[in-house]
């Protein structure tokens, strides 16, 4: 065992001396058709029992992607059409500043209802906006345009992100989106979770949000899989941890 596992196994451990289960979670975004890596991805999640939230961005995406997607994936609502509207000094977003929210809240919510109808059963009603990034002033939209959840990136100010809107971020991104986007590495990747959970268990960032791992099946390499495959193991085999799913997450029967 390396020494990035090592740190990973050892922040488990002091979850386990303290009488205390760590709980993850797991996105992966920019689901829109049917594909070989989104077969492998859900073959994934059913051979390791990991529950999945798979983001799929509603404009455009082919219904074929429905079908043998497993007992134990989620469909959540990755914006509505994922195009960049930034404007010139603005990073890469759905929903740039210059346009109005009521505007952003009538297509988030146009494209839900599409959703919600194709994907039935398993959809639920959570946004997780395209590049992670959705302006404040929208957010409080978001519960009249029908979402009961919110996923962004990075340790969470509140339990709600707004009333009714109960937020659940991702923590561990394994993409090294600027440098090739392939695997960012185990040092990297198990130092973001062992961050997010000491920070967790010290009291630092709240201890009720699920560590979320996020990944983006199109672009995954072979270290990208392997990591993947090698977290559930070992989760799998460490006593006192806990994967949620995105019906439980965010409290929709
Ligand atoms: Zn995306």
């Known amino acids: 065992m ?7 196994a050892d922040e ?3 979850w386990r001396d303290g009488g205390r289960t760590a709980e993850f979670w797991w996105r992966d975004d920019d689901a829109a058709r049917p594909a070989p890596t989104l077969e492998r991805l859900c073959a994934l999640s059913a051979r390791m029992a990991v529950p999945l939230a798979l983001a799929v961005v509603p404009v455009g995406a082919d ?11 989620t469909l959540i609502q990755h914006g509505a059409d994922h195009r960049n509207r930034a404007g010139a000094r603005e990073k890469k977003t759905e929903f740039p500043a210059s346009e109005s929210p009521q505007a952003a809240a009538i297509r988030l919510s146009t494209a839900r209802v599409a959703l919600a109808e194709w994907a039935g059963a398993r959809f639920v009603p959570v946004l997780a906006p395209p590049w992670n990034r959705l302006p404040d002033a929208l957010v409080p939209a978001l519960a ?14 509140s339990a709600a992100a707004a009333p009714g809107v109960v937020q659940v ?13 392939g695997f960012i590495g185990e040092e990297a990747a198990l130092g973001a979770a062992v961050r997010h959970l000491a920070a967790k268990r010290e009291g630092r960032a709240d201890a009720a949000e699920p560590t979320g791992w996020l990944s983006h099946h199109a672009v995954h390499d072979e270290a990208a899989w392997n990591f993947l495959e090698r977290l559930f193991e070992t989760a799998r085999a460490a006593p006192g941890l806990r994967w949620r799913g995105a019906h439980e997450l965010f409290h929709v029967p």
């Open 2 to 8: 390396n020494a990035a596992w090592r740190s990973f």
């Open 12 to 14: 488990l451990q002091r």
């Open 63 to 73: 219904r074929a992607l429905l079908r043998g997607l497993g007992g134990a994936v």
């Open 144 to 157: 009249a345009a029908g979402f009961r959840g919110l996923s962004r990136y990075g340790a969470r100010a």
């Open 169 to 181: 971020n991702t923590h561990v991104d394994v993409i090294a989106w600027r440098a090739g986007r």
